[in-house]
């Protein structure tokens, strides 16, 4: 286990002990005001960062683990708790959801571990795995596995629908993909149970299906193409013993390589990030896409779905969220800190990219993109005040700091200028087991 404290430089150390600066004490590292009851993480120990780039996962650190961070009025007093869960962070940081009532975690494991009778396992000699697994939460000090179902070939994302009892699992093409691309679970009391495999509307055979995304309130998923770069939103429709898709408005082209997606807490928009990577793409800035849902209305009565707007942001944007309040967006940004540390591609930063979202039009427009020192930054929420962010970091550039981190980001403003916004990276990093991708809050 890790255990619950943090990791702090020698003049944090003094300025957290009464140290002054110009002979003015700074505020107590408590002042920094998260809301929210508690964070769940999931880590994937089995490799090292730049296993995406040559193959090779390197040293185990730890084993897969599901982190919470328990959040108080001060950082210096969360509290972390850890139980075994096996994951991977071979895809989108969408394996791990959270039901509504924050009661359960389910995440889902592309690959399994490394054999322990090959201790130079490369990345394409991971066994695929099957693994759903359920985790109750409901004693945050003792979290406990209460389910795990042998799904099928190679799950990827996993969603929870706003009633808490339908669950939908993509899968990747190396496994089920081709033929399952997607799976709806019922759950109830904690349990999984297939529902159905259902056909996609006009979906091409053999497309990967990156992501499938429940809105917050209606059972409608985005799902997102990743192999003819479009987003489908289709209906779940439950009609006795029966479970099936049926399409929901037009599909709109995307931006190349999207990732995830992510609807606006009011439902009316749905964000796309776009990945920008490819065999013969050097990876520019990525970009993030605002679709109005139900825009207008087709002559049948079906709804039409409009891209309203369009941002840039870092380089290889994969993780995406919305705020609460629905007035901000902010994205994880690999840049290019996936290679080797001693590759000369290794650019040794990171970022996260702060946008502004108009609620009124779903227009988008990016305040800035910050870089840090850390290694390939993916999953990442905000807290229920809209003012502060929780960013997983994989790796350490500093290899005096063992393992992955939580790193707390605050929103900032100038009072003598209103229209000035600052994204700033706190001091509150929360030590976990290398590896962790997939981060949600329970408020």
Same mark, same amino acid.
């Given at each position: 286990?890790?255990?619950?404290?943090?990791?702090?430089?020698?003049?944090?150390?003094?300025?957290?002990?009464?140290?002054?600066?110009?002979?003015?004490?700074?505020?107590?590292?408590?002042?920094?005001?998260?809301?929210?009851?508690?964070?769940?993480?999931?880590?994937?120990?089995?490799?090292?960062?730049s296993a995406y780039t040559d193959g090779q996962i390197g040293p185990p650190q730890g084993?897969?683990?599901?982190?919470?961070?328990?959040?108080?009025?001060?950082?210096?007093?969360?509290?972390? /708790?850890? %139980? $075994? =869960?096996?994951? #991977?962070?071979?895809?989108?940081?969408?394996?791990? +959801?959270?039901?509504?009532? !924050?009661?359960?975690?389910?995440?889902?494991?592309?690959?399994?571990?490394?054999?322990?009778a090959n201790p130079n396992t490369t990345m394409s000699e991971l066994p695929s795995s099957?693994?759903?697994?359920?985790?109750?939460?409901?004693?945050?000090?003792?979290?406990?596995?209460?389910?795990?179902?042998?799904?099928?070939?190679?799950? /990827?994302? %996993? $969603? =929870?629908?706003? #009633?808490?009892?339908?669950?939908?699992?993509?899968? +990747?093409?190396?496994?089920? !993909?081709?033929?399952?691309?997607?799976?709806?679970?019922?759950?109830?009391?904690?349990?999984?149970?297939?529902?159905?495999?259902?056909?996609?509307?006009?979906?091409?055979?053999?497309?990967?299906?990156?992501?499938?995304?429940?809105?917050?309130?209606?059972?409608?998923?985005?799902?997102?193409?990743?192999?003819?770069?479009?987003?489908?939103?289709?209906?779940?429709?439950?009609?006795?013993?029966?479970?099936?898709?049926?399409?929901?408005?037009?599909?709109?082209?995307?931006?190349?390589?999207?990732?995830?997606?992510?609807?606006?807490?009011?439902?009316?928009?749905?964000?796309?990030?776009?990945?920008?990577?490819?065999?013969?793409?050097?990876?520019?800035?990525?970009?993030?896409?605002?679709?109005?849902?139900?825009?207008?209305?087709?002559?049948?009565?079906?709804?039409?779905?409009?891209?309203?707007?369009?941002?840039?942001?870092?380089?290889?944007?994969?993780?995406?969220?919305?705020?609460?309040?629905?007035?901000?967006?902010?994205?994880?940004?690999?840049?290019?800190?996936?290679?080797?540390?001693?590759?000369?591609?290794?650019?040794?930063?990171?970022?996260?990219?702060?946008?502004?979202?108009?609620?009124?039009?779903?227009?988008?427009?990016?305040?800035?993109?910050?870089?840090?020192?850390?290694?390939?930054?993916?999953?990442?929420?905000?807290?229920?005040?809209?003012?502060?962010?929780?960013?997983?970091t994989f790796d350490q550039y500093d290899g005096r700091i063992p393992g992955g981190s939580?790193?707390?980001?605050?929103?900032?403003?100038?009072?003598?200028?209103?229209?000035?916004?600052?994204?700033?990276?706190?001091?509150?990093?929360?030590?976990?087991?290398?590896?962790?991708?997939?981060?949600?809050?329970?408020?």
């Open positions: 286990m890790w255990p619950p404290t943090f990791f702090v430089s020698a003049a944090a150390v003094f300025l957290w002990s009464g140290g002054a600066v110009y002979g003015q004490e700074l505020p107590h590292v408590g002042h920094i005001d998260f809301q929210g009851r508690f964070l769940v993480a999931i880590s994937d120990a089995d490799m090292v960062s084993s897969d683990t599901l982190s919470i961070i328990q959040i108080t009025d001060n950082p210096e007093t969360w509290k972390v /708790s850890n %139980v $075994s =869960v096996g994951n #991977a962070v071979v895809g989108p940081p969408t394996a791990m +959801t959270v039901t509504p009532n !924050g009661r359960y975690a389910i995440v889902v494991e592309t690959l399994g571990p490394r054999s322990s099957r693994k759903i697994t359920v985790i109750d939460l409901i004693d945050l000090d003792r979290p406990a596995v209460v389910d795990t179902v042998e799904g099928f070939l190679q799950p /990827s994302t %996993v $969603s =929870v629908n706003a #009633a808490g009892d339908l669950v939908a699992v993509t899968h +990747t093409l190396a496994g089920s !993909g081709v033929e399952t691309p997607v799976a709806l679970y019922q759950f109830q009391q904690g349990k999984l149970s297939l529902l159905s495999t259902p056909a996609i509307p006009d979906w091409p055979s053999g497309n990967l299906l990156m992501d499938a995304a429940f809105h917050p309130e209606l059972d409608i998923l985005a799902l997102t193409d990743y192999s003819q770069p479009r987003l489908t939103l289709v209906r779940v429709i439950r009609q006795g013993s029966e479970t099936k898709l049926e399409r929901w408005g037009n599909s709109l082209s995307l931006e190349t390589a999207p990732y995830t997606a992510k609807f606006t807490p009011d439902g009316r928009y749905v964000l796309s990030n776009a990945m920008y990577v490819g065999p013969d793409i050097e990876a520019p800035r990525g970009t993030i896409s605002s679709i109005r849902l139900e825009a207008s209305q087709e002559q049948n009565g079906d709804p039409h779905h409009s891209i309203v707007s369009r941002a840039e942001v870092g380089v290889m944007p994969e993780g995406l969220a919305v705020s609460p309040d629905g007035l901000w967006a902010v994205t994880a940004n690999l840049e290019r800190s996936t290679p080797a540390l001693d590759s000369p591609s290794q650019g040794f930063f990171s970022s996260l990219s702060l946008l502004r979202v108009e609620p009124a039009n779903g227009t988008l427009s990016t305040v800035g993109t910050y870089a840090f020192d850390g290694i390939l930054p993916e999953g990442v929420v905000f807290d229920s005040s809209s003012r502060f962010v929780a960013s997983t939580i790193d707390m980001w605050r929103i900032s403003g100038d009072h003598a200028d209103p229209t000035r916004v600052e994204f700033v990276k706190t001091s509150v990093s929360v030590p976990v087991v290398r590896g962790p991708h997939v981060i949600a809050m329970v408020g």
